[in-house]
């Protein structure tokens, strides 16, 4: 097995990202017991093999169109599922049933944009190509203001986890929106 080889679907730059879906979800393993700091450095692992399996599939030219898509899979575990999951989890620990379903509705209209967010770039991305400006916020971005709230509140910045939902509902419309964002 070469893992060098563009059309091997286990080639080092689809590993990496494998490694990063495989963070997410150990990461929401984390949280569902209550393990928020563990949560969040696998979080920032996630973030990190994000960035690194990009800059070996561009390097090595092993950009294919299952490695953009397994990208945006991943994408959606670990930078919208798992941070939404994360500060859900956190903000509902001591609210009532009534709360905890209306602040899900504003988490599921999270998870549903950046979910239109990852398959609109999917839809308009070319294999190997990179744009100097995302449209909208881009999900990994997403996550981080996701996680900044998480601090807020955990710190008792803003202690209403009404506030924080009303905040998670802009970063939402955020993802799908005409703001330019400079590609790093």
Same mark, same amino acid.
């Given at each position: 097995?070469?893992?060098f080889d563009k059309?091997?679907?286990?080639?080092?730059a689809?590993?990496i %990202?494998?490694g990063?879906?495989?963070a997410g979800?150990?990461a929401?393993?984390?949280i569902?017991? &209550?393990?928020?700091?563990? #949560?969040?450095?696998?979080?920032w692992?996630?973030g990190?093999?994000?960035i690194?399996d &990009?800059?070996v599939?561009? !390097?090595? +030219?092993?950009? %294919?169109?299952? &490695?953009?898509? /397994?990208? =945006?899979?991943a994408? $959606?575990?670990?930078?919208?599922v798992m941070?939404?999951f994360l500060?859900?989890?956190?903000i %509902?620990?001591k =609210?009532?049933g009534?709360?905890?379903?209306?602040?899900?509705? #504003?988490?599921i $209209?999270?998870?549903? =944009?950046?979910l239109?967010r990852?398959?609109e $770039? +999917?839809i308009? /991305?070319?294999?190997?190509e990179?744009? !100097?400006y995302?449209?909208?916020?881009?999900?990994?971005?997403?996550?981080i203001?996701l996680?900044?709230l998480y601090?807020?509140?955990a710190?008792?910045?803003?202690?209403?986890p009404?506030v924080? &939902?009303?905040?998670?509902?802009l970063?939402a419309?955020s993802?799908? =929106?005409n703001l330019k964002? !400079?590609?790093?």
């Open positions: 097995m070469n893992l059309d091997n679907r286990f080639n080092i689809n590993l %990202t494998f990063n879906i495989a979800l150990i929401i393993h984390f569902v017991h &209550g393990d928020y700091f563990t #949560a969040i450095i696998l979080a692992i996630a990190a093999l994000d690194a &990009g800059k599939a561009r !390097k090595y +030219n092993l950009s %294919t169109e299952f &490695g953009i898509q /397994v990208d =945006s899979f994408d $959606f575990i670990s930078f919208v941070p939404s500060l859900y989890y956190a %509902t620990e =609210s009532s009534t709360e905890q379903l209306i602040l899900g509705l #504003a988490f $209209f999270y998870v549903i =944009s950046g239109r990852l398959i $770039f +999917n308009k /991305v070319e294999v190997g990179s744009a !100097k995302f449209t909208g916020v881009p999900t990994p971005l997403g996550a203001l996680w900044i601090l807020l509140f710190y008792n910045i803003i202690a209403s009404y924080i &939902g009303v905040l998670v509902l970063i419309w993802l799908n =929106s964002i !400079k590609h790093p």
